[in-house]
Structures are given as C-alpha cells and as structure tokens.
T-cell receptor, first 109, second 115 residues
Framework: KNEVEQSPQNLTAQEGEFITINCSYS?????LHWLQQHPGGGIVSLFM???GKKKHGRLIATINIQEKHSSLHITASHPRDSAVYIC???????????FGKGTHLIIQP | DTEVTQTPKHLVMGMTNKKSLKCEQH?????MYWYKQKAKKPPELMFV???????INESVPSRFSPECPNSSLLNLHLHALQPEDSALYLC??????????????FGPGTRLTVL
C-alpha cells in the first residue's frame, strides 16, 4: 500500500487553465514536499510545507494537516509547466523522502 | 552555489565490473542521500548520510556500497550488479536533517545500464 496517493495520475490541459494536483497521505509526517521532474530526470524542489499555504510565482501549495491532504495549484498554466509533479513526505530528522507516484502534466498551447 | 553535481551522466557496465558513482555539493550541507529511480516509477530511497555517518540503509543489497569521504562528497560503489539494477541514480543533499523537514537539492542523476 502506497502511503502517499496522488491524483490525477495524468492531466492534459490547455494553456492558461488553472491546474490542481492533489496528494493524500496516511502516516504522520514532519513535512510535505512538492517536486517537479522534467524528462531527462532532474528533480527540483518546489515547496516544503508543514502547515498552511505557500506561494511562489504562479505556484501555490496548501496543506491540511488534520485531513492529511495537500494540493498544488498552477495558475495561468504554460507549456513550460509540462512535467511530472511529485508529492513526497519526510518523517523528520535526516530522513529521506517517500514519494508518491507523480502526476504527469501536459499543457498544450 | 546551489548545485549538486553527479558524475558520470551515463554509465554502461557489465555484471562483473566494478564502478563508482560520484556526487558532490558545496552548499555546506551535512545530509546526503542516494535514491534509485526505475523508468516511470518514483524515486526510492537507498541510503542517507548525516554528518558523514550512514544513518539509513533501506535494505539495499551489498552489491551497492556507499561511502562519504567528507562532508561535500558522496560515492556509490557498484560491484557485481544485475541487469535489473539499471536505473537512474539520484543524489540529493539537505542542510543538516536536524530541522523538521529540510529542502532537498537533487543532482541531475547518473543513468546506469547493466548489461
């Protein structure tokens, strides 16, 4: 059983659309991470959340600790946002990340 | 400098070869990680080093041998690998792993093919 569930697995949208990717987890965590992976492999950390909401440019991440749920939103989506978006959690300390299966996002012009 | 570098970018090796993957960061981070990512799967944690000491080994076969010679450098020594070990090997680092959640910075990965 995967402790981190993401939805949707695949998402195709038109340029300019508002995008939402959801993440649910079933264990106690110290922080929830959103990461982006482009073809070729490079992974970039977008957000690390332990509560509330964070915003960076057109990206917004929220977390509800009580409901064990987080969302990543992209406003005014652009083809360059096309990538795999991965939700992951860390348990605390020098703990590695446990990853969800990722959401493959394609933004069409 | 917020970069984690990994060498080589690509590696092809036979099952009897011995090779090493190298990871380097100069951000003063004291926690470093190895992950393995198979095609179309999420990364899986292999090892964690904290202050140059191995703190987590996720039941990885002994044909993978990590080494942290100093706080900036992390190696993964490979010996007698199997074709199913072919994958993207990702290195990451974070501040010190003592805070509640540290941002991890990832290298570009080494794509390993075992023949």
């Amino acid at each position: 059983k995967n402790e981190v569930e993401q939805s949707p697995q695949n998402l195709t949208a038109q340029e300019g659309e508002f995008i939402t990717i959801n993440c649910s987890y079933s264990v106690g965590i110290s922080a929830l991470h959103w990461l982006q992976q482009h073809p070729g492999g490079g992974i970039v950390s977008l957000f690390m959340l332990s509560s509330g909401k964070k915003k960076h440019g057109r990206l917004i991440a929220t977390i509800n600790i009580q409901e064990k749920h987080s969302s990543l939103h992209i406003t005014a989506s652009h083809p360059r946002d096309s990538a795999v978006y991965i939700c992951a959690y860390s348990g605390g300390g020098a703990d590695g990340l446990t990853f969800g299966k990722g959401t493959h996002l394609i933004i069409q012009p | 400098d917020t970069e984690v570098t990994q060498t080589p970018k690509h590696l092809v090796m036979g099952m009897t070869n011995k090779k090493s993957l190298k990871c380097e960061q100069h951000m003063g981070h004291r926690a470093m990680y190895w992950y393995k990512q198979k095609a179309k799967k999420p990364p899986e944690l292999m090892f964690v080093y904290s202050y140059e000491k191995l703190s987590i080994n996720e039941s990885v076969p002994s044909r993978f041998s990590p080494e942290c010679p100093n706080s900036s450098l992390l190696n993964l020594h490979l010996h007698a690998l199997q074709p199913e070990d072919s994958a993207l090997y990702l290195c990451a680092s974070s501040q010190d792993g003592l805070a509640i959640g540290d941002t991890q910075y990832f290298g570009p990965g080494t794509r390993l093919t075992v023949l």
